[in-house]
């Protein structure tokens, strides 16, 4: 248990240095010295090879995450599952690379006006795809070694570090773009290699087949696990990437640069909740081994109701700011607005909601989850196809942001009448009303110059509404997290 903790402590605090790199450099550097068409093209090679990569494990990263432990034996190699892996990884590359070139055409003919940018480096997708691909497979496979820490490091922290002395090389003139923007696929490619040479050095790097260990039933078991990681991989990146890719198709690169930085600042709402939900999961999946149905609805609803505090706080803090965030921004990042407000509030809901998801992966209706994603990805598609060509990038928003609720609503209602499984409660409303109590004291306050409103109206608002949580006591958890730092007030 111990390397357990320690692993997930490490990776943790990567992870988030490297989302507060993440945020410094799209959120703030790069849209004051880069054009919008310069930030697309950085999103949509991100969001593309990242679908392709998916595509190309052929849900080979299910069958390392669960079967691996049947594989599992240092003195024999792990009977061959290396070579099992990085196999079907080349079958997936190939098949992906077959697609690209079919679809190329296409790519550039749509594109060769509206978005040149994309064509004149559309060549650099297939290497970067080939690379993130390896490092999909052996970083999962590297993980169930119990090394779950290189690959977050050089993915999480080092690519976002090299990225910022890239960014800030080309804002002094050091640099032309296209030296930043091959400087920037060598930096996902990277971590690669330090992954690798991990595996080499601990004796972990054998490529030599033991098919006979492939017994039918193993073959089998194996088989309907990549069909179902495959089907459940995709469908989760397409939900989060596909956006960009259709506002490019519809509207232009530039477009993707203004919808990609204000997404992602609403984004910051879902970042708590990752955290949440890998503890919770493995808690979970011991609870539905006894069956132990209270104990999880316990778990989901203060869930929901501490991922509400967090999540509304964080949302109420957005819309507070909205002025100074824009004011940050230049001037052509002002119609992202509704971006941001819209995909915000659809990212509040499917966290609140999202643990649901957790609940249904665990359980003996698990394909439920795949069921409700490929409907949820028909949705984001039909929905896209009507709402970006009429209201652009804020019926992007849209589209995701009720893609995700409706996802969420889903895996919720099947809770409720599968299992009578619920994390909805009346304290929800009292946390909803707490954020617009917030909302409005903010709104009382006369602007001030930037970083002092920034931090007078921030700071406003985060007194009101952890006053009024703490006072309302609407959260045990909150309570006493508020009582360990103030053990002397009996008040509190």
Not at 407 to 428: D, E, M, P, W
Request: hydrophobic share 55%.
């Amino acid at each position: 248990m111990g390397i357990i903790i320690k692993q997930s402590v490490r990776g943790a605090f990567w992870s988030y240095l490297g989302i507060a790199i993440g945020y410094v450099n799209v959120g703030i550097i790069m849209p004051q010295f880069f054009d919008t068409a310069q930030i697309g093209l950085y999103q949509i090679f991100a969001a593309v090879s990242l679908m392709f990569a998916q595509f190309g494990t052929l849900g080979f990263t299910s069958v390392i995450n669960r079967l691996f432990p049947l594989f599992r034996d240092p003195a024999r190699q792990h009977n061959g599952f290396l070579f099992l892996m990085l196999a079907t990884g080349l079958l997936g590359f190939i098949l992906t690379a077959a697609g690209f070139v079919v679809l190329k055409p296409w790519v550039v003919e749509t594109n060769v006006e509206r978005s040149p940018l994309l064509v004149e480096y559309l060549w650099l997708m297939m290497p970067l795809v080939l690379m993130r691909l390896l490092f999909t497979l052996l970083d999962n496979y590297n993980k169930m070694l119990y090394d779950a820490v290189t690959g977050t490091f050089w993915i999480e922290f080092m690519h976002k570090l090299i990225n910022l002395v890239l960014i800030v090389l080309f804002a002094w003139g050091g640099i032309n773009f296209p030296q930043f923007f091959f400087g920037y696929i060598l930096s996902i490619c990277l971590p690669v290699v330090p992954v690798m040479v991990v595996l080499v050095q601990r004796g972990n790097f054998s490529l030599k087949p033991q098919l006979h260990f492939l017994g039918k039933p193993l073959r089998a078991e194996v088989g309907q696990t990549m069909l179902f990681g495959f089907v459940n991989g995709m469908a989760g990146v397409i939900l989060v990437n596909v956006d960009k890719v259709f506002v490019n198709q519809y509207l232009s690169l530039g477009q993707v640069g203004v919808f990609g930085v204000c997404a992602l600042f609403a984004s910051l709402i879902r970042v708590p909740f990752n955290s949440i939900s890998k503890i919770a999961t493995g808690i979970i999946a011991e609870a539905w081994k006894r069956d132990d149905r209270a104990h999880i609805r316990e778990i989901y609803q203060k869930a929901a109701l501490n991922q509400a505090i967090v999540g509304v706080l964080i949302f109420v803090g957005i819309v507070a700011n909205l002025h100074n965030i824009f004011e940050i921004l230049p001037p052509e990042y002002r119609s992202g607005k509704w971006v941001l407000i819209i995909y915000s509030g659809g990212m509040l809901v499917n966290t609140i909601l999202g643990l649901a998801g957790n609940i249904t992966e665990t359980s003996k209706y698990f394909r439920f989850t795949t069921l409700f994603l490929g409907l949820s990805i028909l949705l984001q598609f039909g929905l896209s196809f009507l709402l970006i060509p009429r209201w652009g990038i804020t019926g992007a928003a849209l589209s995701t942001a009720i893609t995700l609720v409706v996802n969420s609503t889903f895996q919720a209602v099947l809770q409720r009448v599968a299992f009578g499984i619920y994390g909805l409660n009346r304290k929800l409303l009292v946390v909803a009303g707490i954020g617009a109590i917030s909302l409005g004291v903010s709104w009382l306050l006369p602007h001030l110059p930037l970083v002092p409103d920034i931090v007078v109206r921030s700071g406003l608002v985060a007194i009101v509404f952890v006053g009024l949580v703490v006072g309302l006591k609407v959260s045990d958890e909150v309570y006493m997290i508020i009582r360990k730092f103030y053990p002397g007030n009996k008040n509190i």
